[in-house]
């Protein structure tokens, strides 16, 4: 899976996640993604900025919180 993010005049790198052998498919886990948004996103949002995901299936939880 791969993941970016881009505003007006900056953007991330393309950040590729690999997939976790801990997971009960192999796929990547909702704590990679979390570590990616914890490390990315405050050199990407300004004050007043938006952030929102394109809602694929993969982006969706049951229940979620990032701290």
């Keep these: ?26 796929g990547v886990m909702a704590r990679i993604v979390v570590q990616c948004y914890r490390h990315q996103l405050p050199n990407l949002l ?11 299936s993969v982006h969706t939880a049951r229940a979620g919180k990032i701290l």
Aim: glycine share 14%.
């Design 46 to 56: 300004r004050d007043g900025d938006i952030f929102m995901h394109d809602n694929a």
């Design 1 to 26: 899976m791969f993941w970016a993010g881009f505003g007006h005049n900056t953007r991330t790198d393309l950040i590729c996640f690999m997939g976790d052998p801990e997971s009960t498919r192999g």
